[in-house]
């Protein structure tokens, strides 16, 4: 069973940033998508980013221009940099690993963004 390690979240005041990273407990070798979905209270979780093994890069309408994934294959991570930040991202951010039909989750990191 993949095990996925998020960090990085906390409070940070509108217009800053933050970086968040995930780390999988085993190396993944072949096709797969990382990337970082997030779930505001009372709402569904939504797909922030994703990042293939060979690069390819989707965002969020809502992100695109701010938010920066990027990952590294050999050690099966990836990051999300975050600037600009607005009070609309305040949610918990979740570290997600497709392999094959297998999905795998992290427990999830609070990002608040707040005055």
């Known amino acids: 069973q993949v095990q996925l390690v998020e960090s990085g979240g906390g409070l940070v005041q509108p217009g800053g940033s933050l970086r968040l990273s995930c780390a999988a407990s085993?190396?993944?070798?072949?096709?797969?998508?990382m990337g970082w979905y997030r779930q505001a209270p009372g709402k569904q979780r939504d797909l922030v980013a994703t990042?293939?093994?060979?690069?390819?890069?989707n965002y969020a309408d809502s992100v695109k221009g701010r938010f920066t994934i990027s990952g590294e294959n050999a050690k099966t991570t990836v990051h999300l940099q975050m600037n600009s930040l607005k009070p609309e991202d305040t949610a918990v951010y979740y570290c997600?690993?497709?392999?094959?039909?297998?999905?795998?989750w992290g427990k999830g990191t609070p990002v608040t963004v707040s005055a």
């Open positions: 085993e190396r993944i070798v072949g096709i797969y998508l």
């Open positions: 990042i293939s093994g060979g690069g390819a890069r």
């Open positions: 997600s690993l497709q392999v094959g039909k297998m999905n795998y």
